[in-house]
């Protein structure tokens, strides 16, 4: 059997980019919150509710926000309109990229809304229900990252001031990005002074709570040929679901994000060494661990001494999370890490521009369940 074609290469671009202000926005609902993000995406793209035939909106973690609802508020009938109940926008995309690949649309709105912060919602509550894990105390996704951490320490001897890269990385970049909630520097003295949040996880290896709205457009790579912004093209998208939870062996290390890895490689024929800037969703610093190991970014069990030779930071020769992240630009449950990515391709991110990157990586998951990778490319030929 022959080699099959990637049929997603080059046939699908982002084209518009739209986000709210990140912090605190009372008053505005979920849904007023993608809808207003969702306009500013258009208007980037230069193009108008009327130019679409999709709209896909994600659920926010508070409840809320999904197509109908948004779609009421936009005006809009369409022939292709979906909901999406868990984040990070890579979910989204690929649907997104599905339908238009398969014909159902052409030009397709996501959005994403939230409201945590202004309405105090309390993320303290069991992640899957009211289990026994749960009841031990294991509440947020800072819980079971807690004790994922505190094996990867035990097994592979990652010290605190490794780990503490990551943190210190984010704040780093952050500072350069006039849209971040955390901008105070963070050396690491500050880091290791700072108290467990979930032992061995401190406050800076966890995502705040925020308000905001993001979106993006996504369209045909021959309509996005005639729109004002210079493509980003989808060179490949990769998933895996884990959803044997508690039943995969060592699920805490979610051992199926190397599946997740070997299909979005072996589908584009890229390596870790093609990429330029690499985003990773990270409501807990953690989630970057493990995916540079499992991506290949490193070594399983390297990823303590490749971050303390600073390649993820400023400077380094793995740019990670241009943006500050979600431990230091804002929550919205990984979207703002696509906006930066294409911003970065399109040579629009001001003072934290990288020098001319051709290729970006997009890694996130959906808790201890599931995983999904999307690189984009400045090039439609990218993947092919």
């Known amino acids: 059997m022959g080699t099959l074609r990637n049929p997603v290469a080059g046939a699908v671009a982002i084209v518009g980019l739209g986000h709210t202000h990140q912090g605190e926005l009372p008053g505005r609902t979920v849904e007023d ?30 409840g809320g926000g999904n197509d109908v609802a948004v ?10 309109v979906q909901s999406l109940d868990y984040g990070t926008c890579n979910f989204s995309l690929h649907l997104a990229v599905m339908a238009i690949v398969s014909g159902m649309a052409h030009t397709v709105l996501l959005t994403y809304g939230a409201d945590a912060r202004s309405r105090k919602f309390d993320f303290g509550k069991p992640m899957y229900g009211a289990d026994f894990a749960s009841a031990a105390g294991l509440v947020h996704i800072a819980g079971r990252a807690g ?3 505190q094996r990867h320490k035990a097994v592979y001897g990652t010290t605190d001031e490794q780990f503490g890269m990551l943190a210190v990385g984010q704040r780093q970049w952050a500072q350069m990005n006039p849209n971040a909630i955390f901008r105070k520097p963070l050396t690491m003295a500050d880091y290791l002074a700072e108290p467990y949040m979930v032992e061995p996880l401190r406050r800076s290896d966890v995502t705040m709570i925020s308000d905001g709205g993001v979106a993006v457009v996504v369209t045909t790579a021959e309509r996005a040929q005639d729109l004002p912004n210079r493509p ?38 890229l390596t870790p060494s ?4 690499l985003y990773i969703q990270d409501p807990t610093a953690l ?35 241009t943006h500050g992240g979600q431990l230091s630009e804002s929550y919205t449950w990984g979207w703002m890490h696509v906006v930066e990515a294409v911003r970065q391709l399109r040579g629009q991110a001001g003072q934290r521009q990288l020098d ?8 996130s998951s959906h808790g201890f369940v599931k995983a999904a990778a999307s690189i984009l490319a400045t090039s439609p030929d990218v993947g092919t």
């Open 33 to 62: 919150n993608a809808v207003d993000a969702g306009l500013e995406a258009l208007a980037d793209a230069g193009l108008t509710v009327a130019d679409l035939d999709g709209l896909i909106a994600c659920k926010s973690v508070q």
């Open 287 to 321: 989630w970057s661990l493990q995916m540079l190991e499992y991506y290949g970014f490193c070594g399983v069990g390297e990823g303590g001494p490749f971050l303390a030779e600073g390649h993820t930071l400023p400077g380094g020769d793995l740019p990670l999370n």
């Open 232 to 269: 980003a093209y989808v060179a490949g998208i990769a998933e895996y679901a884990g959803v044997r939870g508690e039943h995969n062996p060592q699920n805490l290390m979610r051992p199926w994000l190397k599946d997740s890895a070997k299909a979005i490689w072996t589908s584009t024929g």
């Open 274 to 277: 093609d990429i330029d800037a």
């Open 71 to 80: 779609g009421e508020l936009l005006g809009v009938n369409l022939p292709y």
């Open 356 to 363: 001319a990157p051709a290729i970006a990586m997009y890694c």
């Open 147 to 149: 004790l994922a951490l």
